[in-house]
Structure formats: C-alpha cells, structure tokens
C-alpha cells in the first residue's frame, strides 16, 4: 500500500486549495452556457489532436504536414520553386 506522508498530506491540501483558486479565477465571469460550449470545444480541439489514441497527439504530425501541403498555397509553391 502507498501512503502519503503527513508532509506530503499538507502539500496535497495547499496544492489542492491552489488548483480551485486558480481554477475559480480563469471561470471568473462565464456563464454556465459558456462554460459548456468551452467544453464542447476543446473536446472537439482534443479529438483532433488525436486524444483517446495510442500514441501521443504529436506522433505523425510532421510527416501528417508534409502531406497535407497542396498547390494552393502560394508561400509553399515559392519555398519549393
């Protein structure tokens, strides 16, 4: 079993009573409808990130970019020409 120790309970409160200060402080003046479309949207940033999958988000992403380019982008015909 793994316990935490008498100092390490008291960090756990002081961290604790930081992480819901900092966090009242960046939900300060949004409503609960903002609240839930923030959410909304960073699920939707997170799952096109890659989120839930095996490998980290940034696995790929450079080979991912590399493909991803087209000729409909004027300063990459420029680089390449």
């Given at each position: 079993m793994v316990a935490l120790t008498e100092a390490g309970?008291?960090?756990f409160a002081r961290l604790r009573d930081i992480a819901f200060a900092f966090d009242a402080k960046l939900r300060a003046g949004l409503a609960d409808p903002d609240l839930?479309?923030?959410s909304t949207l960073l699920?939707?940033?997170a799952a096109n990130?890659?989120?839930g999958e095996?490998?980290?988000p940034?696995?790929?992403l450079a080979d991912r970019a590399r493909s991803?380019?087209?000729d409909s982008h004027p300063h990459d015909q420029a680089a390449t020409a």
């Open positions: 309970e008291a960090a839930a479309t923030l699920s939707h940033l990130a890659g989120a095996a490998d980290p940034w696995v790929g991803d380019r087209s």
